[in-house]
Structure formats: C-alpha cells, structure tokens
C-alpha cells in the first residue's frame, strides 16, 4: 500500500515537469543556433580528414605489400619522414613478413579523432597471425604516426 502511494506522489510530482518540456514555443526548438551549425560545420570537417587519413593509411599499407617503401613514405610529415625513412620501415616490414609470412587480407578499420589527429587502426591478417596498424594524421592529412601492434583477441 506505502509503495503505491509512493508511486502515485512521484507520478503527481513528475506530471507538471513533464508538461513544462511540451510547453516551449516551437521557435526555440525548430532553429538551430548557431553553435549547432559550427559543430555541424567541425563534423564535416572532421568527416573529410577521417577519410583522408583511411586513404592515406590503405594506400601506405598497399605500398608497404608492394614492397615499395619510399611510395608508403610518401604521405608522412617532415617529422616521420626524419624518424622513420623508406630504408628503416622496409627493415621494419620485412621482419614482420619473416615473423608472420605474407600480408592475407585487412579486417574494418576503425578511426577515432585523438587530441586533433584522425587515428586510424587497421586490422592486418597475415599467413601466422594478425596486428594491428595504427595511422595517426595530422590536420594537413599527413601521416605522422605509424605503430604496429599485436591484435588483441575479440
């Protein structure tokens, strides 16, 4: 009996506020403000370069299957360019292909936006085993990170 009269105080209590929320003018619900438009306008943008960075990742891993290291080093910044060289990420390559043989297939790529850098990871299944390439772009669309990492069990 306490717990139905409980109930039926908090629906009574509930039913002005709920009535409040149908009850603004429809002007201040039907047009977007204008924060709404810069987010929707920083979506786009965030949309293209997501897009630019899978590019530029799916086409350094087509690079990297061919062999062709200096054309997967073609889209790094001046910084990665410093750091890791064709000759260096060829060695890299090359003992992941002794280690897990020939390059089968990708998996999905996922992406997120990390501290103002798409960050693309891109599943690479190989004859023994699998990992996990991760591109990180910079707002110019430049790759400046790559990691390979061990695939984590689903």
Not at 20 to 33: E, V
Not at 81 to 94: E, H, M, P
Not at 115 to 144: M, S, W, Y
Request: charged content about 15%; glycine content about 10%; some cysteine.
């Amino acid at each position: 009996m306490q717990s139905n009269l409980i109930t039926a105080v908090c629906a009574a209590a509930l039913m002005p506020a709920l009535a409040l929320g149908f009850t603004q003018p429809p002007s201040s619900t039907s047009h977007p403000s204008s924060s709404a438009h810069a987010n929707a306008v920083a979506g786009e943008a965030n949309a293209t370069r997501i897009e630019a960075c899978v590019v530029a990742a799916g086409a350094m891993i087509a690079d990297l299957d061919k062999d062709d290291f200096t054309a997967a080093t073609a889209d790094f910044d001046p910084t990665m360019r410093a750091g890791l060289g064709a000759d260096k990420l060829g060695l890299v390559w090359q003992q992941v292909g002794h280690q897990l043989g020939k390059l089968h297939g990708l998996g999905e790529a996922q992406n997120v936006m990390y501290q103002g850098r798409v960050v693309v990871t891109q599943p690479l299944h190989f004859e023994k085993g699998d990992l996990n390439a991760q591109v990180a772009c910079d707002a110019d669309g430049k790759i400046a990170g790559f990691f390979l990492r061990p695939a984590t069990a689903p």
